[in-house]
C-alpha cells in the first residue's frame, strides 16, 4: 500500500512539473538575436536602386538570380518599385523578399 502511495505521490509530482520543465527552454535565447540581426542588416539608407544598380547587387538580392537580374535590368526604367510585379518582372513572393531593400528613383 505504501509502494502506491510513494508511485502515485510521483505521477502527480511529473504532471505538475511537465508543463514548467515544457516552458523553460535555453535554445529560444539564442535564436532570437539572430532572427532581430537579419532586419537591421540593410539600413534605410543603403537601399539599392532599381534603376541604376549593376547586375551583381541585383543578383545579391534575396530570390533574385542571374535572369531575374537581367529582366530588371532589360525593363528599365521604373516610376516606382511596384512596377516590377506590375510588369510581371518578378513574382509577387520574391518582390515581397526583397521590397524593403530596394527603391526607385528617377530622372527629373
Known sequence: MRLTHIGA???????VAAPALAQTSTANP?????ARAAPAATPQGALIDI?????EQLDALPQ???ARAD???K????????ELVDKKIIPQNAYEAIKDRIIAHHKS
Open 9 to 15: 505521490a510521483a505521477a502527480l509530482a511529473l504532471l
Open 30 to 34: 539564442q535564436a532570437a538575436p539572430a
Open 51 to 55: 534603376n541604376t544598380a549593376p547586375k
Open 64 to 66: 533574385i538570380g542571374s
Open 71 to 73: 529582366a530588371i535590368i
Open 75 to 82: 525593363g528599365r526604367p521604373y516610376r516606382g518599385k511596384n
